[in-house]
């Protein structure tokens, strides 16, 4: 099995910022793609930035210049962080990767159970 934990999320006022982490656990050979997505009441979750393990880097327009994403591929580790929050930015976070359990296995995709990120005075 694969568990990805989230931290780091919590109540910050707008133009503050929050540092985000996602450790994943398990039986794991190999991680791919690793990314953030969140989701605010009564929308779509949406993709927030993702990261390959060769480091190649997408962002969502609304995150440019404002988040950060990385990785630590020994400590099967993915980070976001965020700058100059806006309460438009309030959502629960999704860590997300596809995981290759054995050297033989295509990756699966896996989830953590989200923090909760509120951007408010």
């Known amino acids: 099995q694969v568990q990805l934990v989230e931290s780091g999320g919590g109540l910050v006022q707008p133009g503050g910022s929050l540092r985000l982490s996602c450790a994943a656990s398990g039986t794991i050979f190999r991680i791919n793609d690793m990314g953030w997505y969140r989701q605010a009441p009564g929308k779509q979750r949406e993709l927030v930035a993702s990261?390959?393990?060769?480091?190649?880097?997408n962002y969502a327009d609304s995150a440019k210049g404002r988040f950060t994403i990385s990785r630590d591929n020994a400590k099967n580790t993915v980070y976001l962080q965020m700058n100059s929050l806006k309460p438009e930015d309030t959502a629960v976070y999704y860590c997300n990767a596809g995981v290759r359990r054995r050297s033989f296995s295509v990756a699966g995709d896996y989830w953590g159970q989200g923090t909760q990120v509120t951007v408010s005075s």
């Open positions: 990261i390959s393990r060769d480091g190649s880097i």
